[in-house]
């Protein structure tokens, strides 16, 4: 307290406690203390699926509030058959061992992405369908842009159970605004 205002009263700061107590008890100010994630997912190879996945299922953990919308060909990340032959590019992959001119030849996409399968088998990371399973029982929103669906000729029933489907972009921004950190990947 400053010098210039007197020093509350014992029924004033038992008052305040009550009250803080009351807001506790109601839960008032439970929803605004957690904070919240929103991730655009724009990329739908297997070595982008894994960063907002794995960002999303992390803060999920936190008991953060996480969305990730999902646009193009981050949508491949949700299609239950797509989700399961995702692939790696290897050109212009500069954390490859593979030159551009080996990349471009018929086939080294599978070679590259069998690579990382193999890696990612070898670590005991989990699948892509496992983070997202995951994600949806942690509670994560994992959302279709339904202008890419409709542009991809995709169905909502192309997606794994628990996604939201027919979402747009006004929701995506929305959501990016009331969020504590937002994320393009």
């Not at 491949?76 to 551009?100: F, K, M, Q």
């Not at 842009?145 to 939201?164: E, N, P, R, S």
Request: charged share 25%; with cysteine.
């Amino acid at each position: 307290m400053s010098a210039e205002s007197p020093e509350p009263t014992r029924e004033e700061l038992a008052a305040r406690v009550a009250d803080l107590e009351a807001r506790l008890d109601d839960g008032d100010d439970a929803d605004e203390d957690q904070p919240k994630l929103s991730i655009i997912a724009t990329k739908g190879t297997l070595d982008m699926a894994y960063p907002p996945l794995i960002l999303a299922t992390t803060a999920a953990a936190f008991d953060w509030d996480v969305t990730v919308f999902h646009t193009f060909w981050g949508l491949d990340i949700l299609h239950e058959e797509r989700a399961d032959s995702l692939e790696l590019s290897a050109v212009g992959n500069p954390n490859l061992p593979v030159p551009n001119a080996v990349a471009a030849l018929p086939g080294m996409d599978r070679v590259t992405t069998h690579m990382l399968e193999r890696k990612l088998d070898a670590n005991g990371t989990a699948s892509v369908a496992d983070l997202l399973e995951t994600g949806i029982e942690m509670g994560v929103e994992f959302q279709a842009c339904q202008m890419t669906i409709d542009l991809l000729d995709y169905d909502a029933d192309d997606f794994y159970d628990g996604v939201t489907v027919g979402v747009g972009a006004a929701t995506a921004l929305r959501d990016m605004a009331d969020a504590d950190v937002q994320l393009l990947v």
